[in-house]
């Protein structure tokens, strides 16, 4: 039996060790911490088959003036932190170019159009239906040019996938959620998404699942993984050393850190979001987007939770209120809000790669590594799909989607020996990233 080790137990690493179990592997699972207490825990519980094109950074001047002059809410930075950031945002930026954005497009909605049916089977199995609603989310808007370019963008999105949503007046949408004391002026409905009253324990949930079909789950720090002479790898957990033939990294936005101890160097934005608990307030009956306010307000098990949008901030920079106190304040306006429930909110990093598509396959220089990170604003969503096809890579089996856009290369130049030169490794070569060369 062949046998692999994943390392992170997010929604990524869960779901990934899930589907190897189900394609006859000997799967365990390792995290420092339980399955679902990091970014999977922490988000907007939004599993988001609208999502079919990733977030491109603006383009448009004004938006970039309203970004750098601190007059926007779901984008800030700080100037200090803008060192760390610069080089991967310059390719993000380069991605976000219209018709390198509808490339990356094309791809991300055909594997975000089989999201929500992998989800399904893993909840079926896992007996986690009352965490879940399909019942869409509605976006509330404040300004008409806003509201009639996110209409626009919806018609496009629905001419050419199918996406349903319908359009609200502000009448609409105090109708739906009659704790709102103010609908806007408007918004949409996404029919169609699922919300999560409890992200982590959907995650929990998942990971029963795997434990029930015979992985087991072990906890250790995967900084300690080493690469056995003889050909396999290793690792400590709290039960001593465990080894496999191949080992899969999935650590989100821990993922590029482990990484560079073998020599691979990967871009990654880092954009940190914010959320707390609200409780002895109104409720919402589905998550509500404030589109100008910045966040996410979604009724959860432990109250309402508000999500913030991206902040760039220095790795392991002090927490910064800013963006959750202007949410809060945007929130109290539209709901009786009630009382914080953490003395301190909860902060967590959205993985995201330049090219705003996750990194999934073999890592080219090291025989039975393999790479699956970088789910940036969805990995709540992809995760089990994205766990699918990392799982029939490496079984040889008929990949769920092509698997060419997310391949680990698209970051690396790697110097292979063909005939009587070296060359850089071929791929779609208009895509290639700005060299990265490892050390
Ligand atoms: C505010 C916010 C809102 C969001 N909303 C949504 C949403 O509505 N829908 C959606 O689809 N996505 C959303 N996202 C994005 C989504 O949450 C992430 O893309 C996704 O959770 C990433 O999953 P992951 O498994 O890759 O990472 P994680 O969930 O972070 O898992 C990585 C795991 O690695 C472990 N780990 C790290 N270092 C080590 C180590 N050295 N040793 C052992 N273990 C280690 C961690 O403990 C963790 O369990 C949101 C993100 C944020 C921040």
Request: charged share 20%; hydrophobic share 40%; proline share 7%.
């Amino acid at each position: 039996m062949k046998n692999a080790i994943v390392v992170g137990a997010g929604m990524v690493g869960v779901a990934t060790a899930i589907h190897l179990q189900q394609r006859g592997w000997s799967a365990a699972l390792l995290d420092r911490k339980e399955p679902g207490c990091e970014t999977s825990y922490g988000n907007a519980g939004i599993i988001q088959s609208e999502a079919l094109r990733p977030y491109p950074m603006p383009l448009d001047w004004r938006e970039l003036a309203k970004i750098a002059t601190g007059r926007t809410n779901d984008v800030r930075y700080r100037l200090a932190a803008l060192p760390h950031h610069l080089s991967p945002l310059f390719r993000y930026l380069w991605h976000s170019f219209p018709a390198r954005h509808a490339r990356v497009s094309s791809a991300y909605a055909e594997i975000i159009a089989y999201s929500a049916r992998e989800h399904e089977h893993l909840i079926r199995e896992s007996g986690a239906r009352n965490l879940i609603r399909r019942d869409g989310f509605r976006v509330l808007h404040r300004e008409q040019a806003a509201l009639d370019a996110a209409v626009a963008a919806a018609k496009g999105l629905s001419e050419t996938y199918g996406v349903k949503f319908s359009v609200m007046t502000s009448r609409d949408l105090k109708k739906a959620e009659p704790a709102l004391t103010d609908g806007g002026i408007g918004g949409l409905h996404w029919l169609e998404p699922w919300s999560v009253s409890d992200p982590g324990a959907l995650v929990s949930a998942y990971a029963d699942l795997f434990t029930r079909l015979g992985g087991c789950i072990l906890r250790g720090d995967a900084q300690s993984l080493v690469q056995r002479s003889g050909g396999g790898w290793s690792i400590l957990t709290e039960n001593g050393r465990i080894e496999a033939e191949a080992v899969v990294i999935a650590l989100g936005p821990w993922s590029p850190d482990l990484l560079k101890r073998f020599g691979y160097l990967f871009p990654m934005v880092r954009k940190r979001g914010y959320h707390r608990h609200y409780v002895g307030g109104s409720s919402l009956d589905l998550p509500l987007c404030d589109e100008a306010g910045g966040y996410v307000l979604a009724p959860m098990t432990k109250g309402m939770r508000i999500t913030t949008g991206a902040e760039l901030a220095k790795p392991n920079g002090k927490p910064d209120l800013t963006q959750l106190t202007h949410a809060e304040q945007a929130a109290r306006k539209l709901i009786d809000l009630g009382r914080p429930v953490e003395p301190e909110p909860w902060l967590g990093t959205r993985p995201c790669m330049p090219d705003m598509m996750p990194v999934i396959g073999r890592a080219p220089r090291h025989c039975g590594l393999w790479l699956h990170f970088g789910h940036g604003h969805q990995g709540f969503t992809l995760g089990p799909v994205t766990g699918r096809l990392i799982a029939e890579l490496m079984s040889n089996q008929a990949p769920i989607v092509d698997p060419i856009p997310y391949r680990p290369e698209r970051y690396l130049r790697i110097p292979i020996y063909s005939g009587r030169v070296f060359r850089l490794e071929a791929g779609h070569r208009s895509d290639l990233e700005p060299a990265t060369i490892p050390k």
